[in-house]
Each structure stands twice: as C-alpha cells, then as structure tokens.
C-alpha cells in the first residue's frame, strides 16, 4: 500500500494522486490543507459535521487530489476518517491509496458485503478508505437508495470523518444525491481552468440539492513570497 512521491506512475489505467500531505507534510501546499481542515472545524462549532461532500464544477479540476489529502490532514490530527470513493462513474481512491478495487461501496450498497468488510486501512495512521467497488449501470440510483443512508448511520456510528469523493457536478446528478445526505459540500475550482460562470452555476446547483456549502477551494494558484515561490500542479 505504498504511496508514491514526486512523479504518477500509471496503475491499472489511471494516474496515482499525489498525496502531498503525507510525504511533505511541511510544505505550504500541505499548511494550505490544514488551514482548510481548521475552517471546517470551526465551522461545527454549532453543528455537527462528520460528512463532507467534495466536488467541483468539471473535470480535472483536482477535486478527487483535494478529497484525499483533506483526508489525510484529518487523519493527522488524530481523527478516525473513512474515505470514500462515491465518484462511481470514474473512480480513483484505489489508485491513490494502491488498495484493489474487487469490491468497495457498491458492493455494499447492493449488500454482497458489509461496511466493516468493505473498507481498508491506508499507509496513513487513522485513515481507512472505502474504494467504489465495480461500476454499476445505474450510479444515481444506487447512491440515492436507502442502502446509502444506512451506510451513512453505520459509517457515522464508526468513524470520526467521513469524506465523500463525487463526480464534478456539472457533469452528473450523483453530487446532488448526495448533497443534501452530507453535512457539509467543498466546491473544488482550478485557477486559469474553472470560468466564473462554470462555478456560479455548480454553487447553485448544490444550493438547490440543500447542500451545505461549507466553502470553495482554490487548486493550481501560483503562490509567491519573499523565501520561495511554489507551484502545485493538481492534475
């Protein structure tokens, strides 16, 4: 379950993330993420969050990069987190985190399996990941189905965390199924790529899911100071 630094070494068709957070946990990109984790934080202080929901507008904007580092920085401060995997059209969790994917959240959404057998542990102390599982014909129904919400008050009931990693949601209607089971949504935009009324119209799409939109995050901003001048590339 090794997790890979510096460059994406191409794994049963897809690209490994690269989980900043856990091999250069000092950088700024990973201080970036910290920060993200403490606004959400102090965003329960007067609700409960425990679901997060991450999507962006379209595709490659590196929301699923986002999701998994979240993930990681949570784990860091000592919470038991369970990531999961619900982009179920392309799904990515089990390249990041090099765990197969024979089976995942839709086999226990269709109950060939049970939550506790269905997810793994990671290289990452408290951080476990439920990867998709096979593709199914029919995504939106099955993460609208009462199996999911059971899923949920089972994963709740286990896990400190729990982050969602969906499709963008210009794209599908998983995000909005999805949305209004979550305490909290992270829209996930990337500089030069994400055009203002893309993201105008993702924002109101999950206001109209009732989603709880806890904040955006910006990928592939250059950032400049005096000591350094560094560039993350989220692909």
């Known amino acids: 379950m090794g997790l890979r630094?510096?460059?994406?070494?191409?794994?049963?068709?897809?690209?490994?993330?690269?989980?900043?957070?856990?091999?250069?946990?000092?950088?700024?990109?990973?201080?970036?993420?910290?920060t993200i984790r403490t606004?959400?934080?102090?965003?329960?202080?007067?609700?409960?969050?425990?679901?997060?929901?991450?999507?962006?507008?379209?595709?490659?904007?590196?929301?699923?990069?986002?999701?998994?580092?979240?993930?990681?920085?949570?784990?860091?401060?000592?919470?038991k987190v369970l990531m999961v995997d619900g982009d179920l059209r392309k799904p990515t969790a089990h390249f990041t985190f090099n765990v197969p994917?024979?089976?995942?959240?839709?086999?226990?959404?269709t109950k060939q399996t049970t939550l506790d057998d269905a997810y793994r542990k990671t290289d990452v102390q408290n951080l476990f990941i439920l990867s998709s599982g096979p593709i199914p014909p029919n995504p939106s129904e099955v993460l609208g189905s009462e199996s999911m919400d059971a899923l949920l008050e089972e994963a709740k009931s286990m896990?400190?965390?729990?982050?969602?990693?969906?499709?963008?949601?210009?794209?599908?209607?998983?995000?909005?199924?999805?949305?209004?089971?979550?305490?909290?949504?992270?829209?996930v935009t990337s500089s030069g790529k994400t055009d203002i009324e893309g993201a105008k119209k993702a924002k109101?799409?999950?206001?109209?899911?009732?989603?709880?939109l806890l904040g955006a995050v910006l990928n592939n901003k250059s950032i400049k100071s005096t000591d350094y001048y560094y560039y993350y590339n989220n692909k």
């Open 5 to 34: 630094k510096k460059k994406h070494p191409k794994s049963m068709g897809g690209q490994r993330r690269i989980l900043i957070t856990a091999y250069d946990p000092k950088s700024p990109v990973s201080e970036q993420y910290r």
């Open 39 to 79: 606004n959400i934080q102090y965003a329960s202080v007067d609700r409960e969050i425990k679901v997060i929901l991450v999507t962006s507008a379209g595709p490659g904007e590196g929301k699923s990069t986002t999701a998994a580092n979240l993930a990681v920085a949570f784990a860091q401060a000592g919470n």
């Open 101 to 109: 994917n024979t089976f995942g959240l839709t086999s226990v959404l």
């Open 159 to 187: 896990f400190d965390i729990i982050i969602f990693d969906t499709p963008p949601v210009l794209v599908v209607a998983d995000p909005q199924i999805l949305a209004n089971k979550a305490d909290g949504s992270i829209l």
């Open 204 to 212: 109101e799409i999950l206001a109209n899911a009732k989603a709880k």
